[in-house]
Every structure is written in structure tokens, then in C-alpha cells.
């Protein structure tokens, strides 16, 4: 009965999104091919489930993050990233490039999102490094890599819906995602360093000055200050990410309106519809996937998975990497979020009963969806980096090869050593 009823779910899906359905009204259209065929729920069972999916704490801080990150884009705070950054960083060779990395880290750290960070700091980095000789093709691949980092370094929305999805600690997730994503950061940083050391990509002819660096340091005191106050205040124990998630919206609009001065109310209306529209679509996705997870359950397709994966073989190396190749795989085709919903409640049965534990499995899951973000033909990252660079997508696509490897290198350590993810949630107890 299990195998006919994933049958029914399965293929409703895949033909829903062949045709080219929306992913939520597909997650939709699949759960209502359960009810028809089993006859144990009603239609009314699609529509209770979208409202009481959304309906938690924790997805609150989604549509907040969402439009922070909006706010902290158009009212200054990732041009004066940028400029701090530059003054320590621009007179290594190949500066720019790992100005590039550290801003879109710093980024991260404050809007939660990969294709806001790469729209944000792509916009004022890409015009500038073409000028100083960049290969086109190297800095968008940089910039679309780079902004993946956005959903590992806290906070992260993708890491929100996990903790929802698997009820575990959202603050716990937050605190092992930050080595993993410094990590990340180091690796693509290194690459850009030796990379433009062979192409011969020079450094900031401007002189390092403690003038300079001061003024800047200055200019840039309030953007920096925002990543402390959202995760000062969550670990300090102020507020709830969902609160800090708040608090930053409102930060964001002090520090654009007030001291920066460059968010108008023309900016602010179209940050807040830019978010609005985000928002709405992902809510849908939520509300129609809270209701695909409640079919799987219902129909014992986890459980079922689980034993099949458990029966296949009891390493627990193998069975990681299996689970790799599988959220690899799905990164190519399937949006971020869309993915944690459906998956999660599957593969978490797998990973618990290899006793892998579940924030370690929640970092495994984001850093690969993250891989996603620059994996064709899906990768948000890069259709993103294609339009702000105006160019074609397959001159994003041609760069991201080198990157692409490093980062699941990386990923594999993250896998195979947990102390890089539990590190710090062991540390803070």
C-alpha cells in the first residue's frame, strides 16, 4: 500500500512540475492526489494545512528577514561594507576579489538570503573589478559563490524552516552555521587569492592610510553594528530570532532613513514591495508543502524510506554520502525551501537512527541546498549574477566550475568532521 500511495504522490509531482506548475501549487496538486486515491481525508485537509503551516512563531521571522535584507540594500549598508572592507583588504592581490568574499559574508550576516546578497553587492562590485581587468566570467561565478554563503552565516531563513519543519532549536542551528560558513568564505577567498595571482590581477593602488581607515571605520560603524545587535541579542538571550528578525527591519530603516539618509520614501515603497512579493511566494510554497509533509506522514513514506536506505547498507559514510548526492542532485532542479519541506521529514528518520544529530543534519542540508544556489539549470546565484553583470547565463556558468568543486569539497568535510558544525553549539552548551 506504502509503494502505491509514493507512486500516486511521486509521480503526481514530477508531472505537475514537468508541465511547469508553480512548486507550491504542485506540493498542492500532489496532496490532493493522496486524497483522492486513499478517500481518507477531504479537500478541506489542503487548505487547514497551508493555514496552520505558516501559522508558527518561528516562521515569522521569514517575511522580517526578507524585507531587512531589502532595506539594508537600498539604504547604504552594503556600500559601506564595501568601503571598509576595501581599505584593509584591496591591497592584497587580487583585493577586490576577497573584498568581494567579505562583504558578501558580512552580508549574510544580515539579510539571511543568497540571491539578496548577490543582487546587493553584485551591483557595486561587478562595474568596479571589469575596470580594474577582472575576467568577466571569474567575477560572476565569485559573486554567485560568494552569495550562497548567505544562507549558511546566520540568520538564515532556509535554517528557519528546517527548525520548523524538524522541530529543533532555531537559535542552536544559527550558532553551528557560522564556522561552517567562515569556512566556506576562507576556502573562496584562498581560491580568489591564487587565482588572481596567476592571472596577475593587481591591488589597490591606493595607499594604506589609518586616516583612511578611520574615516571609514566611521562611515561603516552602524552597518557593522547590525550583525552584532540581531545575533548579540538572540545569543545574549534579548530576544528570539523571530524577534531579532523584527528588530532589524526596524534598525534598517533608522540607519537608511536616519543616518545614512538614502532610503526615500520612493526606495521604501518598492523595498517593501520587492519583499511583499517575496514573501508571498514562499508563504504559498510553506503552506502547500506543510501540507505534502503531513501526506508522506500520513501515508508512512519516511519510515518506508528510512528502512529502504537502512537495509541497503549500515555504514554510516555510505549512507551520508548517498544522502549528498541525493540533496546535490535536488539542489539542480528544486528551490531551496521547497527542498528542506519535502526532504527533511523524509531523510531525518535516516540520519537519527545513525545517530547523526539533528543540527549537525540541518548544516549537511543548508550547505548542500546553498551548492544549489550555483548549479544549473536551477541556480537562483546565477541567474541573478547574469542580470546584474548584463551578460549571458553561460558566462556565469563557465566560471562557476572551480568553485563549485571547492565548495563540495568543503561540504564534505563539513559531513564527515561535525565538530566544524557542533563546535560552537557544544561550546555554548
Known amino acids: 500500500m506504502t509503494g502505491s500511495i509514493a507512486a500516486v504522490v511521486f509521480l503526481t509531482l514530477i508531472a505537475c512540475l514537468v508541465l511547469t506548475v508553480p512548486i507550491g501549487f504542485s506540493l498542492g496538486i500532489a496532496s490532493l492526489g493522496y486524497i483522492l486515491y486513499t478517500k481518507q481525508l477531504t479537500f478541506g485537509f489542503i487548505a487547514q494545512n497551508m493555514v496552520t503551516g505558516c501559522d508558527s512563531f518561528p516562521t515569522m521571522a521569514i517575511p522580517f528577514f526578507i524585507f531587512a535584507g531589502e532595506l539594508m540594500g537600498g539604504g547604504g549598508i552594503s556600500k559601506r561594507l564595501l568601503n571598509l572592507a576595501n581599505v584593509f583588504f584591496g591591497r592584497i592581490q587580487g583585493g577586490l576579489a576577497i573584498v568581494t568574499v567579505v562583504v558578501c559574508m558580512f552580508f549574510a550576516a544580515i539579510s539571511g538570503s543568497g540571491p539578496a546578497t548577490v543582487a546587493a553587492v553584485g551591483g557595486m562590485v561587478i562595474p568596479t573589478m571589469l575596470e580594474k581587468g577582472y575576467d568577466k566570467k ?200 521547497c527542498a528542506i519541506m519535502i526532504l527533511a521529514p523524509i531523510l531525518y528518520p535516516v540520519v537519527t537512527a545513525m545517530g547523526v544529530d539533528v543540527t549537525h543534519f540541518g548544516i549537511i542540508m543548508v550547505v548542500n541546498l546553498a551548492i544549489g544556489f550555483i548549479t544549473p539549470p536551477l541556480g537562483v546565484n546565477l541567474f541573478v549574477a547574469s542580470r546584474v553583470g548584463e551578460t549571458t547565463l553561460d558566462t556565469v556558468i563557465k566560471g562557476i566550475i572551480p568553485f563549485l568543486a571547492l565548495m563540495i569539497i568543503t561540504l564534505l568535510c563539513i559531513t564527515y568532521i561535525p565538530a566544524i558544525s557542533m563546535f560552537l553549539p557544544n561550546l555554548m552548551g
Do not use: H
Open 138 to 337: 571569474f567575477v560572476l561565478a565569485l559573486i554567485a559563490a560568494a552569495g550562497s554563503i548567505g544562507v549558511i552565516i546566520p540568520p538564515s531563513i532556509p535554517m528557519v524552516i528546517y527548525a520548523v519543519t524538524t522541530n529543533s532549536s532555531v537559535s542552536t542551528l544559527f550558532l553551528a552555521g557560522f564556522v561552517p560558513g567562515i569556512l566556506i568564505g576562507l576556502v573562496l577567498i584562498a581560491y580568489s587569492y591564487f587565482y588572481a595571482k596567476k592571472m596577475g590581477y593587481k591591488g589597490d593602488d591606493e595607499p594604506f592610510s589609518v586616516k583612511r581607515a578611520l574615516r571609514e571605520t566611521k562611515e561603516g560603524f552602524w552597518a557593522i553594528l547590525s550583525p552584532v545587535i540581531i545575533l548579540g541579542g538572540i545569543y545574549g538571550g534579548i530576544f528570539t530570532p523571530t524577534e531579532a528578525a523584527a528588530v532589524s527591519v526596524i534598525y534598517s530603516i533608522i540607519v537608511g532613513c536616519v543616518i545614512y539618509r538614502e532610503l526615500d520614501l520612493k526606495k521604501l515603497i518598492q523595498c517593501t514591495k520587492n519583499a511583499c512579493e517575496t514573501t508571498a511566494s514562499i508563504l504559498i510554497v510553506i503552506g502547500c508543502a506543510a501540507g505534502f509533509s503531513k501526506v508522506l506522514t500520513l501515508g508512512r513514506i519516511p519510515t518506508t524510506v528510512a528502512s529502504a536506505m537502512l537495509a541497503l547498507t549500515d555504514s554510516k559514510i555510505v549512507i551520508l554520502l548517498l544522502i549528498n548526492v541525493l540533496l546535490l542532485i535536488v539542489g539542480c532542479f528544486m528551490e531551496t525551501l
